[in-house]
T-cell receptor, first 118, second 113 residues
Framework: GAVVSQHPSWVICKSGTSVKIECRSL??????MFWYRQFPKQSLMLMAT?????????EQGVEKDKFLINHASLTLSTLTVTSAHPEDSSFYIC??????????????FGQGTRLTVV | AQKVTQAQTEISVVEKEDVTLDCVYE???????LFWYKQPPSGELVFLIR??????QNEISGRYSWNFQKSTSSFNFTITASQVVDSAVYFC??????????FGAGTILRVKS
């Protein structure tokens, strides 16, 4: 089945720096990708919808200037956490799928990135 | 708006017991997909099952079984003869046609030996 690869799987950064997380669809083209955030012991909350060739759509309460999303190609979306602070520490997961992928694949979530800001 | 409710926050069972995780969903669409995922401590989401809205057949896969009932908008998950390795957080999720995937709050399952 199709696979979504997310990198890095974990990252530790200093407060004030920026961190980029990549999400790639390995064997299918994803016009739409999604970024989720998960706080400890909580559910996955959708942050934004990333559309290839256009601006991302952010969910209410998510700072677009803080979480920059770029969907440069049909197989790559990036999430950049700018000027990271300790409260940005979280588990970030991307998802990529097309209608066909939904029907035919089991794995359209990335492995997740655990971000720790110190 | 679509919504997924997993009323059970945490369940503890003793190994070999059967356990059912509840999932109730809300949607206005007639075409949608329901999913169950397992999230072990490593954090990665492990796909368990996908069911589309037109297929109400119950499914069994080894010790896992799922009961999909559109009449009650429920998609419950049962683990038979639970094992310690089943300990994880389990998420039910709903995908409407052309829309985004919405997750329930998750149920923490603790299986004790």
């Amino acid at each position: 089945g199709a696979v979504v690869s997310q990198h890095p799987s974990w990252v530790i950064c200093k407060s004030g720096t920026s961190v980029k997380i990549e999400c790639r669809s390995l064997d299918f083209q994803a016009t739409t990708m999604f970024w989720y955030r998960q706080f400890p012991k909580q559910s996955l909350m959708l942050m934004a919808t990333s559309n290839e060739g256009s601006k991302a759509t952010y969910e209410q309460g998510v700072e677009k200037d803080k979480f920059l999303i770029n969907h440069a190609s049909l197989t790559l979306s990036t999430l950049t956490v700018t000027s990271a602070h300790p409260e940005d520490s979280s588990f970030y997961i991307c998802s990529a799928y097309t209608e066909k992928a939904v029907l035919n694949t089991e794995a359209f979530f990335g492995q997740g990135t655990r971000l720790t800001v110190v | 708006a679509q919504k997924v409710t997993q009323a059970q926050t945490e369940i503890s069972v003793v190994e070999k017991e059967d356990v059912t995780l509840d999932c109730v969903y809300e949607t206005r669409d007639t075409t949608y997909y329901l999913f169950w995922y397992k999230q072990p401590p490593s954090g990665e989401l492990v796909f368990l099952i996908r069911r589309n809205s037109f297929d109400e057949q119950n499914e069994i896969s080894g010790r896992y079984s799922w009961n999909f009932q559109k009449s009650t908008s429920s998609f419950n998950f049962t683990i038979t003869a639970s094992q310690v390795v089943d300990s994880a957080v389990y998420f039910c999720a709903l995908l409407e046609y052309g829309n985004k995937l919405v997750f329930g709050a998750g149920t923490i399952l603790r299986v004790k030996s």
